[in-house]
């Protein structure tokens, strides 16, 4: 990252048919942001000129929905399916299989749709540049893609043509899946009803029950309408220098003429009493509707644009729900209306700012009791005294927000820009945080009741509040699918049979010709690199290794941190008793969420909030890298914290670990019935987890023990604990104690990254901690493991859709196969499983993912409407693998992509990570350098041969899991009589 750069252009000068408008020194971000117009068009352009080598290139519209038929978003996957230029089929998936970008994607808002792009290569961001240009300017939009990416019918049975319809397209079926979720229903139904008047109670992302309202002409007029230069919004970030953007837009714009945006957001009016709704969510038959209903009290606040009152608003968030002991969470969780808080706060709707607090695992009979504790308890502190040191921290978590230099960077100062610029306002308003922090911090200062009179402003005297109620409902999936077969079978009544045969005809022709490979003279239009582009030797980390006293070892990062310093420990979990694997999770949710020492979790909350931007822990379990046999099994510590905070922090943190307390019998109870909430969510709505969890578990040690510590066996356990905690109570808490205490002297590497003056604390204090160790270092193999194959499970749940995974044993990553083997998972998952799974079958997702330390490869599909069809594509993978006409072409694409791999952008956190985890590995230099040598160096006989290698003898001992509703997995059983899935309820 950067030094303050000098400025290379003046205000008013003219270059390119480009104006600038203004320059802005940033000093914080240690960027010159340039401003300019295009003087034939009026589009805008942004450019955060940093020495950062990560470029991003950015294209966004404001796109405001006419309704909830989600014409923005269906045009955001259409417009990447092909340009005048490009006239390939889906550009956007042909440049993911050869680009080496950090970032290639394209993203609907509430009323902005965004197409970004970033590298590390220049020549890559401007081919993507080239591509993304073309390809939102200049679309095809044919109709066939407008069918296959929004909606279409197509025969439910292609074997009966005449028979019943169905709809499908990929954003139908995406957001099938989507409103399958409880919490993005609740956030649904929150906004349609808080913002009754204005375009943001509409369904942006498309209602499913409004999609196939929309037509090919709105589509294509949406576009003609939004898509134009004088409406668009250019940023971009990195060391590429403003005049090379702007040699490449100038001939690219002159071909248009300006033209006056018509986009007018109306804001919402606001209410004179409150509302309150009651509204429901899809359950199974089987689930119990006991504590599963969510509750949200939401309110209109003010203009998200307005970066005085959104700073305020989110210091206020943070002092009321930013940790364990915040007052008014505090306050939720005692009261026990409801098993845990979802995320909650302000937040941004578009132009307009909303405040929520939200809970899951409540009754359909509480929303009233919960609407009034949440204003009794804000009466309570507003009315009170807030503790100066709560403030001070809040303001503090709020430094690291804005000072860090994150993953993921340059799209972060994207979102921040563009918050602001697309209503008229400065485009670098958020990007002046830090002086709106001091700003507020000094009125609080001349004002100790700042945040109490804010809260009845805001929120007490604020009539316009929405109180929430999501139920579940048996029914109401049952009556959806109901309602979709009578919308269908209204359409349907009025057609022919020649008219159902033409649908018929044309949904088949559409399969055909989506599943047709783009020519390759085509392809080789799209601008590319070639494999002598890349670096001949993958980046290294510049890190030092320092053996401590006490048998620690720590790792120095030499990585621009800007202020912040990343702690990251590792503590080997090598030869834990094989029966405490089952309470890891708990023993980890006791570190975040219980007392430790002589603080109680109040204190610890505090105290984190205070000295830290957060301390989190994690199970991690892999294998060596050249050693498929030998486990690296850890608990990996992440802190980041200030230069003057580092020694409270470090104190803090070895409470945490060493002195963690679980004998608070009240708080540990709250804490489970937590985890039961989270995890229960997490199984059933993250529905792709955990069919890989469930398909992998079987294949090896380390997956099967992910499997205990991650998937349903927490379920089953949590179950237990949270109903029958009198009897179950006191055993979590040995089990905790036993962890605690078998961690504690268990070997002990660190990896440092921040400032000479932390490093010599950390160094200090970490062999302090080494000396008062007693190390015993488990087993290295522990008990035998025996693989399950062929397993062939179907789990039920609440979804629309279905989350298919294939799974089998692959070669270890110290085979010399391992790189071919990625290579070629790339090359399967945007070709054939992408042709015939997306493309073909309308799912929103699919693809390939190799594990080589897991010692496993998985095929999937994500948000799918089918389950038999797609299992049949993955039985059909060894055929395609035979007849497969790759060339060398298509191999080196597949390198090129794949280096980002090798080589991924070192932001401070992100190196702090990635060298512990080489480290703990035996990743060295030398190895990468060998893995990447032999990726370059790979052919298409040698992939293709490891492919047929691997599938053919894992095809005799894989595992299928699938997540789908119950109606889903036994309408597929009947299409598979000979492999059918055994079908269980996820609850």
């Not at 197409?115 to 540049?129: E, G, H, T």
């Not at 915040?326 to 405040?355: H, M, N, W, Y």
């Not at 048998?551 to 590792?570: F, I, K, P, S």
């Not at 605690?740 to 932390?758: C, E």
Request: aromatic share 10%; net charge negative; hydrophobic share 35%.
């Amino acid at each position: 990252m950067p030094l303050l750069t000098e400025r290379t252009l003046e205000v008013g000068q003219k270059l390119e048919g480009f104006e600038v408008k203004a320059i802005t020194d940033l000093k914080q971000q240690q960027m010159v942001a340039y401003q300019l117009e295009h003087l034939k068009t009026g589009a805008k352009l942004l450019h955060l000129y940093s020495e950062d080598a990560e470029n991003l290139f950015s294209i966004s519209f404001p796109t405001p929905p006419p309704n909830s038929t989600g014409v923005p978003h269906i045009l955001e996957h259409s417009v990447l399916a092909g340009s005048e230029k490009y006239p390939v089929r889906e550009p956007f998936f042909e440049m993911l299989k050869m680009s080496p970008a950090t970032f290639i994607n394209a993203m609907t808002g509430p009323d902005c749709t965004y197409y970004p792009v970033s590298s590390k290569v220049k020549q890559d961001l401007f081919n993507l540049a080239e591509v993304y240009f073309d390809a939102v300017f200049h679309p095809l939009l044919t109709e066939n893609t407008f069918k296959r990416e929004g909606h279409h019918l197509a025969p439910a049975d292609p074997e009966n043509p005449t028979g019943e319809l169905k709809f499908t397209g990929v954003v139908y079926n995406e957001m099938s899946g989507a409103f399958s979720d409880p919490e993005q229903r609740l956030d649904s139904i929150a906004n349609q009803s808080l913002f009754p008047d204005n375009i943001y109670g509409l369904e942006y992302g498309g209602d499913p029950k409004n999609i196939p309202e929309l037509t090919y002409e709105d589509f294509r007029d949406f576009h003609a309408n939004y898509y134009h230069p004088s409406n668009a919004y250019f940023v971009f970030y990195g060391n590429i220098s403003t005049p090379e953007y702007l040699n490449f837009l100038a001939q690219k714009l002159e071909a248009f003429e300006r033209r006056e945006p018509n986009i007018n957001i109306n804001p919402q009016s606001r209410w004179s009493e409150s509302q309150f709704k009651e509204e429901s969510y899809p359950v199974s038959a089987a689930d119990e509707t006991k504590e599963k209903t969510y509750i949200m009290t939401k309110w209109l606040v003010g203009d998200s644009t307005n970066s005085e009152e959104w700073v305020a608003l989110d210091i206020l968030s943070r002092i009321l729900l930013g940790n364990e002991a915040a007052p008014l969470k505090k306050a939720i969780v005692e009261s026990q209306i409801g098993q845990d808080l979802l995320r909650s706060g302000v937040d941004s709707v578009g132009k307009e700012a909303t405040f929520h607090i939200g809970i899951q695992g409540s009754e359909p009979d509480r929303g009233e009791a919960f609407s009034q504790l949440v204003i009794n308890t804000l009466e309570k502190i507003a009315e009170g005294e807030i503790e100066a040191s709560i403030v001070e921290a809040a303001f503090q978590q709020a430094t690291y927000q804005h000072q860090e230099i994150a993953r993921m960077y340059p799209l972060r100062m994207l979102f921040r820009v563009m918050q602001t610029w697309i209503y008229g306002n400065d485009p670098l308003t958020l990007l002046h945080i830090g002086d709106r922090l001091a700003e507020c911090k000094q009125r609080y200062a001349e004002n100790p009741n700042y945040f109490n009179d804010l809260i009845r402003e805001k929120l007490l005297n604020n009539p316009h509040r929405l109180t929430l109620v999501l139920k579940p409902d048996q029914e109401w999936q049952s009556n959806y699918d109901q309602a979709v077969v009578e919308q269908v079978e209204q359409l349907r009544s009025q057609l022919t049979p020649e008219q159902l045969e033409h649908i018929a005809t044309e949904a088949e022709e559409l399969e055909v010709e989506s599943g047709t490979p783009n020519a390759p003279e085509a392809v080789a239009k799209l601008p590319q690199l070639q494999v002598g582009d890349l670096p001949e030797k993958p980046e290294h980390i510049p890190t030092d290794v320092e053996q401590l006293d006490g048998e620690v070892t720590l790792l120095r990062n030499h990585v621009l941190a800007n202020g912040v310093n990343y702690l990251q420990l590792d503590f080997s979990l090598r030869g834990l008793p094989e029966d405490l694997w089952l309470y890891v999770s708990s023993y980890i949710d006791a570190l975040r969420k219980l007392g430790a020492g002589e603080m109680n979790y109040e204190q610890v909350a505090r105290g984190i909030a205070s000295y830290t931007g957060g301390i989190n822990f994690q199970c991690q379990l892999r294998t060596y890298a050249q050693d498929a046999y030998r486990p690296v099994y850890g608990i990996r510590v992440t802190m980041k914290t200030l230069d003057d905070q580092i020694e409270p922090a470090l104190e803090l943190l070895r409470n945490m670990i060493f002195a963690v307390n679980p004998r608070d019998t009240a708080r540990l109870r709250e804490v489970m019935i937590q985890s039961h909430a989270q995890c229960s969510s997490d199984l059933i709505y993250n529905g792709i987890y955990t069919a890989m969890l469930r398909a992998s578990a079987g294949m090896t040690k380390e997956a099967s023990i992910s499997e205990i510590v991650n998937g349903l066996p927490q379920l089953e356990l949590l179950n237990k604990v949270c109903d029958r905690f009198d009897e179950h109570g006191a055993n979590m808490m040995t089990q905790i104690e036993t962890i605690r205490d078998f961690i504690a002297n268990q070997p002990l590497t660190a990896s440092f990254t921040g400032s000479d003056s932390a490093y010599e604390v950390v160094k200090k204090t970490l062999s302090e901690w080494g000396l008062q160790q007693q190390q015993q270092e488990g087993d290295i193999f522990g008990s035998r493991f025996e693989p399950i194959y062929n397993i062939r499970e179907g789990l039920a749940g609440p979804v629309q859709v279905a989350y298919c995974v294939q799974t089998m044993p692959a070669p270890h990553f110290s085979d010399p196969r391992s790189p071919l083997l990625r290579l070629g998972a790339h090359l399967l998952g945007l070709g054939y499983l992408f042709s015939e799974i997306r493309l073909k079958g309308n799912a929103y997702g699919a693809g390939c993912s190799y594990s080589g330390l897991g010692k496993t490869v998985s095929l999937y599909s994500y948000r799918d409407p089918h389950v038999s069809r797609t299992l049949d594509v993955f039985a059909g993978l060894i055929d395609y693998l035979k007849d497969v006409d790759w060339t060398q072409t298509d191999v080196d694409r597949a390198i090129i992509a794949t280096t980002q791999d090798d080589s991924p952008v070192l932001r401070p956190e992100t190196a702090t990570s990635l060298a512990l985890e080489r480290y703990l590995i035996a990743h060295s230099a030398e190895v990468r350098e060998e893995r990447y040598e032999r990726s370059l160096k790979a052919t298409v006989e040698d992939v293709k041969q490891t492919l047929l290698d691997v599938f053919i003898a894992g095809m005799e001992r894989n595992n299928v899991c699938v997540m789908s509703s119950r109606e889903k997995l036994e309408e597929a059983n009947n299409h598979r009589e000979t492999d059918p899935l055994n079908i269980s309820d996820i609850m």
